[in-house]
C-alpha cells in the first residue's frame, strides 16, 4: 500500500509527467530517425510502357495493336520514407529500337527505366521486369461482315419448317488490317432442336473462320458484337406441284414442261391445308402471244392471294422456267370475215372500217396446208359488253375478237388480234 501510494504522489506532479513525456517522445523520435535512414529495396509494380512509333511508320498509316496494357515493374534502392513514397507515375519505362519498325509484323523491343518524378534521392537497382516487351505493328481497319447463318442446323419434325431470323445481319470489324482479312466468314454454328411451332429466341455466339473453315481467335480486332439473338420459328411444309393457267391452246397443243415442276411452300397451318390438289398456278400463258420457236420463258414464283403468307423453300433464285418447242410448226396468213354478235332484238351492229382481219395460224405443216378462211371464225362479240351500249343513240366500241378454229384444226392457233371497232345502233 506505501508503494502504491509513492507512485500515485510522484506522478500527481506535473513536472514529473512533463519529463516522461519528454523522454518518451525523444525516444519515438529517435526509433523513426534510425528506421527512416535505413536502406530499404522496394519493386514499384504496374508501370505503364511507353512506345513510340517513328515518323516514317506513323506517316505510312501503322499503329500498335495490343490485346492488353503494356505495364512492367523495377526494383528501386533508397530510405524507407522515400521509396515507400514512390509511385508508378515517378518511373518511366521506355520500349528501345522502335527504328527499326517500318512494316506489318511483331516486334520484341527492349525496355529501359528513368526516374520523372521529382524524388531523386533513390536508386533503379535491376533491369525492368519484363525486359522486353512483343508489341505488333500493322495498319488500321473496319470492315462489316455479313453473318452466315446456314451453317445453323435446326431440327424440326416431319411436315414442318423452321425460318430463321437474327437480331442483326451483320458485324462491324475494327482492328489490325492483316488479322482482319484473315477473316473470311462469320457464321452461327449449332444444332437447334424446334420445339413445336412455338417461336424460340436463343443468344447465339459468333464464330470467325478462315478460308480453309478453322476457327480464328480475334487477337488485335475488336467487333461491335460477340453473339446475336436469333429467333426460329416453325410452320408446316408441303409439297406442290407447279402449274401454268394456259390460256387460248390447241386441244392437242405441244407440252409445257416447267422446271423446277415442283416445289415445297412453308407458311400457316390454314393457307397451308387450303391447297387443293397438291397443286399451285404460278402464271398465265396464252398460246396467242406465241409463234413457231422454241421458247424458255421465266416466271417468279408469285403465289395466289390465298397463300399470301406462304414461302418458297428454294436454295436457288425464285425463278421457274416454262419450256415449250413449236419450231417444227409452220404458219399461214388468212383474211377472214368478222362477224358481230349483238342481241339483235335491240340492238344492230356493223364493222365499222374493213369487215376483213389479216389473222396468221401456227400448227402442223400438213394441216396448214389445207386450213382456208371457211375453216376460221372470228366473232366480235358484244353480247358482253351491254355496259358500254347507249339505248337511245349509236355508239362506237372496240371490241376484242373471239377466234376459233374447225374441228379438223385442234393441233392449230391463232396469233394476236387487234380489237374491232363496231358501231352499235339501238333498234326503236
Request: hydrophobic share 35%; charged share 20%.
Amino acid at each position: 500500500m506505501k508503494k502504491s501510494s509513492f507512485l500515485t504522489r510522484l506522478f500527481s506532479h506535473n513536472i514529473v509527467l512533463l519529463i516522461i513525456s519528454f523522454l518518451l517522445a525523444f525516444i519515438a523520435w529517435f526509433i523513426i530517425n534510425a528506421n527512416s535512414q535505413t536502406e530499404t529495396n522496394v519493386t514499384i509494380s504496374n508501370i505503364p510502357i511507353s512506345i513510340t512509333l517513328p515518323d516514317t511508320a506513323v506517316e505510312k498509316g501503322f499503329r500498335i495493336f495490343n490485346d492488353n496494357e503494356y505495364t512492367a515493374s523495377v526494383e528501386v534502392s533508397g530510405n524507407r520514407v522515400t521509396v515507400g513514397s514512390l509511385t508508378p507515375s515517378d518511373i518511366q519505362v521506355t520500349a528501345n529500337q522502335v527504328s527499326t519498325i517500318d512494316h506489318t509484323d511483331e516486334y520484341n523491343l527492349p525496355l529501359s527505366a528513368k526516374k520523372v518524378g521529382v524524388k531523386t534521392n533513390y536508386n533503379i537497382m535491376s533491369s525492368v521486369n519484363p525486359s522486353s516487351v512483343t508489341v505488333f505493328v500493322d495498319k488500321f481497319k473496319e470492315k462489316d461482315m455479313p453473318i452466315d447463318k446456314s451453317r445453323m442446323k435446326v431440327v424440326i419434325d416431319t411436315g414442318y419448317y423452321s425460318e430463321v431470323s437474327m437480331s442483326n445481319d451483320t458485324v462491324h470489324l475494327e482492328g489490325a488490317a492483316s488479322k482482319i482479312d484473315e477473316i473470311e466468314t462469320v457464321a452461327i454454328i449449332d444444332t437447334i432442336n424446334a420445339d413445336g411451332t412455338a417461336p424460340m429466341t436463343l443468344q447465339e455466339p459468333l464464330v470467325f473462320l478462315d478460308k480453309n473453315g478453322n476457327q480464328i481467335d480475334l487477337h488485335y480486332v475488336t467487333t461491335d458484337l460477340k453473339s446475336v439473338e436469333v429467333t426460329v420459328v416453325s410452320q408446316p411444309r408441303k409439297d406442290v406441284t407447279l402449274k401454268l393457267d394456259i390460256q387460248n391452246a390447241p386441244k392437242y397443243a405441244p407440252e409445257v414442261t416447267l422446271t423446277p415442276s415442283q416445289v415445297s411452300l412453308y407458311g400457316p397451318a390454314d393457307q397451308i391445308n387450303s391447297i387443293k390438289n397438291s397443286s399451285v398456278t404460278i402464271g398465265t400463258l396464252d398460246f396467242k402471244t406465241l409463234t413457231n420457236k422454241s421458247y424458255q420463258i421465266p416466271y417468279d414464283v408469285s403465289l395466289p392471294e390465298n397463300l399470301k403468307d406462304c414461302h418458297v423453300i428454294s436454295e436457288d433464285e425464285d425463278v421457274v422456267m416454262a419450256s415449250v418447242d413449236l419450231s417444227s410448226y409452220s404458219s399461214t396468213t388468212l383474211n377472214v370475215e368478222v362477224k358481230a354478235r349483238v342481241d339483235t332484238t335491240k340492238y344492230k351492229a356493223e364493222i365499222a372500217s374493213n369487215p376483213t382481219v389479216k389473222l396468221t395460224v401456227y400448227g402442223p405443216d400438213s394441216l396448214i396446208s389445207e386450213i382456208t378462211e371457211d375453216d376460221v371464225r372470228a366473232i366480235a362479240d358484244i353480247t358482253k359488253m351491254t355496259s358500254q351500249l347507249d339505248s337511245e343513240k349509236t355508239v362506237s366500241i372496240s371490241v376484242p375478237l373471239t377466234v376459233t378454229l374447225g374441228s379438223d384444226y385442234l393441233s392449230c392457233w391463232v396469233y394476236e388480234t387487234d380489237p374491232v371497232n363496231v358501231n352499235v345502233t339501238p333498234k326503236k
